[in-house]
Structure formats: structure tokens, C-alpha cells
């Protein structure tokens, strides 16, 4: 694909394509064997998984054996791994359903479909316990907080990625890959509009 | 061009957004310190064709009025299911008991750290490393008289014993 068009575009999208090559190259070193490339993409990828894994609702410590499972799991499967970019998609789309699957196993009710444009009732630690200073960083985490499930999952873990990989991380979330873009700017104006009644909130 | 796709550009603040959303989730819950340097450990094993074992069960017991803190781990795998018990001694070293099922004399190797301890199970599935140092291990389970021509070596996830 072509990036030029983006080129005012600041942020990772402007990082990706050196990312990606990055990557590429990673990722066939360790379809070849060498397990630097593999300390590598674990170093590189595990951030993401995390955030695949906690989006669930999962607590931190089952998440920990969850996506070490995950990386353990690829190993033994990287005879199905063809191309690079299907890696990523790869590996959330286990890194989920094992989460999920944990989640049940632990009698956890997972919310109803209708339920996922509400809020979470408890998404993460209340604004007191956080141990935040920055006045800035309280107001979004407050606005985050009060967003619909759907956008929380969504939002936090497409943060972790690149553009490249919205297709694998869609259907690793569930959602039809079409719907990730329309979903992603309904939550962004949607996070845009309530940013904007935080006083504590400024646009840099 | 449907203007929603989903490798749509999305504009600057938007994307100033996004950005701002993963420091928040750095700072919030991040990665847990240890976690990324667990999971090499793990995968450097060098038998990228082993049977990867399954935690299936962890338990904790605290260390109360003088007893020995311990844990239980449980690992699952097709054929075999492994349960360790690790004893802290003194504050950095550990015994390990384990048990295999159903019972066999498998090789099982302890990797810590760039070391390792090597032992074989008794005939009832047993072995124990009478001291080792605390902290991050994985088990490593050569089975014997294995009819599979692979994967007859079984690997844990690295855990904190």
C-alpha cells in the first residue's frame, strides 16, 4: 500500500511503514527459526495482546498466562503463519478467545450484545486510585471510563496497532471487518464530544 | 471510496487522540514489569515442536505463623498432566515436588535462569529438586516409550515458583 497520502499525518501512522518493514523482516526470521526474531516480535507485539486480553474484562494475572499461552500456542502452529501481516491478526484473534474462555471458566457473565453500546459498569480503576497527576490525563481517563463498551474495547486496543492490522484485529474482537472504521469514528466523536465538556481537558 | 473504511486515514486529532489513548493505558495498566522478559524465557526453550502444557490451576498459600509459603501449579497437556509443589526453604530458594499422570518415568528438566536441573520420575511419577532458587522456571517433560513419532516433549508455561 501507499503511505504518501498520509505523509501529514503525525503520530505511529507516520512510524508505520518503518514499523511494518521492521516487522516483516521479524516475522520471517522466525518463521525461519532464529529466536531473536522471536524475542523481538514478543517484545514488539506483547503490549498489544495485553490490551486484547485485558479488553475482555479478564483480571491482569489470568491475562499474564493468557497471552504467554498465546506466544507458547504460536509455536506450534507458525506452519500456519504464510505472510506476516496475518501474524498479528494471528495472534489476538487466540489471545482473545483463550481470554474469553478463561473469563467463562471463571463464572464471569459476559455482557449481552445489546449491552455493548452501554457503559461498562466497572472498566479499571476509579479516578481516585489512579495515581495520575497530570490533570490532563484524569480528564480523559474519566471520559474513557463513561464511553460504550463497545468503544472501550475497541479504542484501546486499535491504539496498540497499525492500520494494516485493523482487518486481523477486527475479526480478532468479532466485529465484521467492515464495521471497524464506521464503529472507530463513532466512538472517536463520540470521545470528541465529551472531551469537550471536560474543563480539565485542552486540545494541544 | 467508502469514507469509513476501516485503513481509512483519520485525521490529526484524531490520531493525537488515539495516541493519547495508549499513553493512558501505559499508565493505567501496563504490561505487568516482568511479563515480556516470562514470556522469552518461555519460548526459549528451543523445541519449537513441543506439546505446550496448559496452567489449568495455581494456588497460593501464604507462609502463616512460621509454615513455609508454597504454591500448586497444574498443567495439562493430550496425554499427561503435571502438578508441582513448590516450598520456599529460605527467601530465594524453593523444593520442588512433582507428579506426573497417569505415572511413568518421564525426563523432566527444571530451566531457571540460564540453568537447568535434570531428573527422572519414579516409577509412581514422582521427583523432586530438593533446592533450587525462586523465582521464574519452566518444565521441560521427556516422555518415554512415547509411540508419537513428535511431540513427545511437553513444555510448561514459565511460571514464578
Not at chain 2, 17 to 24: G, K, T
Request: glycine fraction near 6%; aromatic fraction near 6%.
Amino acid at each position: 500500500m501507499t503511505t504518501s497520502d498520509h505523509a501529514s499525518v503525525s503520530g505511529p501512522v507516520a512510524r508505520a511503514p518503518g514499523r511494518r518493514e521492521r516487522l516483516s523482516s521479524v516475522v520471517r526470521g522466525f518463521l525461519a527459526g532464529n529466536q531473536d526474531d522471536l524475542d523481538a516480535l514478543v517484545t514488539e507485539l506483547t503490549p498489544l495482546l495485553w490490551r486484547v486480553a485485558r479488553s475482555t474484562g479478564l483480571d491482569a494475572a489470568s491475562c499474564e498466562d493468557v497471552v504467554q499461552q498465546s506466544w507458547l500456542t504460536l509455536l506450534n502452529h507458525r506452519d500456519q503463519i504464510r505472510t506476516p501481516d496475518a501474524l498479528v491478526g494471528w495472534l489476538a484473534t487466540v489471545t482473545r478467545r483463550e481470554a474469553v474462555r478463561v473469563f467463562t471458566a471463571q463464572g464471569r457473565v459476559r455482557p449481552a450484545p445489546d449491552d455493548l453500546w452501554e457503559p461498562v459498569p466497572d472498566s479499571g480503576p476509579a479516578i481516585e486510585d489512579m495515581l495520575v497527576s497530570d490533570e490532563r490525563r484524569r480528564a480523559l481517563w474519566r471520559v474513557v471510563r463513561r464511553l460504550p463498551h463497545r468503544c472501550v474495547q475497541l479504542l484501546q486496543v486499535i491504539a496498540f496497532s497499525e492500520r494494516p492490522d485493523y482487518a486481523g484485529i477486527a475479526a480478532a474482537l468479532g466485529m465484521p471487518k467492515g464495521s471497524i472504521g464506521p464503529t472507530r469514528g463513532r466512538c472517536l466523536a463520540k470521545l470528541r464530544e465529551m472531551l469537550l465538556a471536560e474543563s480539565d481537558w485542552s486540545w494541544r | 471510496m467508502n469514507p469509513t473504511a476501516a485503513d481509512d486515514p483519520m485525521d490529526d486529532l484524531d490520531q493525537a487522540i488515539m495516541d493519547e489513548v495508549a499513553e493512558l493505558y501505559r499508565t493505567v495498566d501496563p504490561v505487568p514489569g516482568d511479563l515480556v522478559d516470562r514470556i522469552r524465557f518461555a519460548v526459549s526453550f528451543g523445541d519449537l515442536d513441543a506439546e505446550l502444557m496448559r496452567l489449568v490451576e495455581q494456588t497460593v498459600y501464604a507462609g502463616v505463623r512460621g509454615a513455609e509459603h508454597s504454591k500448586i501449579f497444574t498443567f495439562s497437556s493430550t496425554l499427561v498432566t503435571l502438578t508441582i509443589r513448590a516450598v520456599g526453604l529460605t527467601d530465594d530458594t524453593v523444593r520442588v515436588d512433582g507428579w506426573l499422570a497417569p505415572p511413568a518415568a518421564h525426563r523432566v528438566s527444571v530451566r531457571f535462569g540460564a540453568d537447568r536441573v535434570e531428573r527422572t520420575a519414579d516409577e509412581d511419577g514422582r521427583f523432586v529438586v530438593e533446592q533450587m532458587p525462586a523465582g521464574v522456571a519452566q518444565l521441560i517433560v521427556r516422555m518415554v516409550n512415547e509411540t508419537r513419532p513428535t511431540r513427545n516433549v511437553l513444555a510448561t508455561p514459565a511460571v514464578v515458583l
